[in-house]
């Protein structure tokens, strides 16, 4: 069972890297450079089938690393993540057999909403919490930004369609802990070893928050 909770999780650093990785050969430099960068929280989407050989390569290799599954989506995925060794787990939605699962995991973990509906259901169920998504196409900051004041106990990781350009915004708003993006991950940048470049993506994320 982690020791970190989901509210320590939106407090880490500024950008959770999203991850989707088709060589986990690759996985441990990738995720050196992301932490060299500044941005420890890693999340690995299990959208490829070297992702979980990716979560169990960072976590037996990477000790600065909190590495998490994310598109964790049904209960047979929420057991080969942890079996993996995740540390944290992100759905892009919830279900109740998710979220029962994911409570069994005893890992934290931020599950997704979209509508005020999903954010108070969520809240219901003891966990203000969660992942934005999809985020720009779900109205983005503004949405965010309604929420807050009706709805003060949610907490948001936004991610979808946000880039270095729109980040500063997402991450002024009172009710966002961090965001998940793609950008700094770039798939040619991975399939070329090019660590230097990723690093550097990284440590101007992580400078978004002083």
Not at 191 to 198: A, F, H, K, M, P
Request: charged fraction near 15%.
């Amino acid at each position: 069972m982690s020791t970190l909770n989901s509210a320590q999780l939106l407090d880490l650093a500024p950008v959770i890297p999203v991850v989707v990785i088709d060589d986990a050969d690759r996985a441990v430099e990738l995720a050196r450079a992301l932490v060299a960068g500044g941005l420890p929280v890693i999340e690995v989407t299990l959208r490829t089938p070297a992702a979980l050989r990716a979560i169990s390569a960072i976590a037996e290799q990477v000790p600065g690393a909190v590495i998490g599954a994310g598109t964790v989506n049904n209960p047979v995925l929420v057991r080969r993540a942890t079996e993996a060794g995740a540390q944290f787990l992100i759905s892009p939605g919830s279900t109740d057999a998710l979220l029962d699962a994911m409570d069994a995991s005893g890992l934290p973990y931020l599950p997704g909403a979209a509508t005020a509906s999903e954010v108070l259901r969520l809240i219901e169920r003891g966990h203000p919490q969660m992942k934005f998504f999809p985020a720009e196409a779900s109205g983005g900051h503004a949405v965010l930004r309604s929420l807050a004041s009706p709805l003060p106990e949610a907490r948001f990781c936004p991610t979808g369609g946000i880039t270095l350009a729109s980040a500063p915004v997402y991450l002024a708003l009172p009710n966002v802990g961090c965001i998940g993006g793609t950008w700094i991950t770039p798939l040619d940048a991975i399939e070329l070893g090019d660590w230097t470049r990723i690093e550097g993506l990284a440590r101007q994320a992580a400078g978004l928050r002083p």
